[in-house]
């Protein structure tokens, strides 16, 4: 099992910065694919960005490229979610999720998930 516990979303402007992250407990972390997701209201949930076991490879959305970046300190068992210039659009509630197999777009394919950050991009 993996528990993962996301934190660090909130209230920001237009043009801001947040960083969220996700601290893991549970089996061993480093081992793991990470992914964050993200769901506004009345949408599906959607892949943001997602980083590989050694943070090697990484993939990302179409409309967040060159905007947020993801990273992962195995030693500290936390992925980050580094996201700049913020849109209205940005607004929903990101997911982490880890999965055991591989690193993907597919939320089908992640074993664990977080309960979610709020993040609020005001215009």
């Known amino acids: 099992q993996v528990q993962l516990v996301e934190s660090g979303g909130r209230l920001v402007q237009a043009g801001g910065s947040l960083r969220l992250s996700c601290a893991a407990s549970g089996r061993t972390f480093s081992s793991y694919g990470m992914g964050w997701f993200r769901q506004a209201p009345g949408k599906e949930r959607e892949f943001v960005a997602a980083i590989s076991w050694s943070g090697g490879n990484t993939l990302y959305a179409d409309f967040v490229k060159g905007r947020f970046t993801i990273s992962r300190d195995n030693a500290k068992n936390t992925v980050y979610l580094q996201m700049n210039s913020l849109k209205p659009e940005d607004t929903a509630v990101y997911y982490c999720?880890?999965?055991?197999?591989?690193?993907?777009?597919?939320?089908?394919?992640?074993?664990?998930w977080g309960q979610g950050t709020q993040v609020t991009v005001s215009s």
């Open positions: 999720a880890a999965d055991a197999s591989k690193t993907g777009w597919d939320p089908y394919e992640y074993d664990y």
